[in-house]
Nanobody, 122 residues
Framework: VQLVESGGGSVQAGGSLRLSCTAS????????MGWFRQAPGKERDFVAAISRAGRPTAYADSVSGRFTISRDNAKNTVYLQMNSLKPDDTAVYYC????????????????WGQGTQVTVSS
């Protein structure tokens, strides 16, 4: 499966962005989808994930209550709605996919997009 992210950009603290990830290739609904992020000099960290049917979902503690992951299987697209953004959210955001259930480890995801930059200024 090929993944292409879009929707990154620059925003001031407190603002919102919505990331999209469109998949091509094999059946999108066969995959659990996830978002990870990587800031300069740091590890690639789990952000959120969603199961094949849309529930359950999982979130990192740092984004719970501010970010929402969703998917539209008819459009082969997964979204990450990011509200109340903070400078600490600045990172490259990656879309990921795996067959099977939701996982939080990056090592469990074999498919990755190229990433999209999100920059939050104070």
């Amino acid at each position: 499966v090929q993944l292409v992210e879009s929707g990154g950009g620059s925003v001031q603290a407190g603002g919102s962005l919505r990331l999209s990830c469109t998949a091509s290739g094999r059946t999108f609904s066969s995959y659990a989808m996830g978002w990870f992020r990587q800031a300069p000099g740091k590890e690639r960290d789990f952000v959120a994930a969603i199961s094949r049917a849309g529930r359950p979902t999982a979130y990192a503690d740092s984004v719970s209550g501010r970010f929402t992951i969703s998917r539209d299987n008819a459009k082969n697209t997964v979204y990450l709605q990011m509200n109340s953004l903070k400078p600490d959210d600045t990172a490259v955001y990656y879309c990921t996919a795996r067959e099977g259930i939701v996982r939080r480890s990056r090592y469990d995801y074999p498919y990755w997009g190229q990433g999209t930059q999100v920059t939050v200024s104070s």
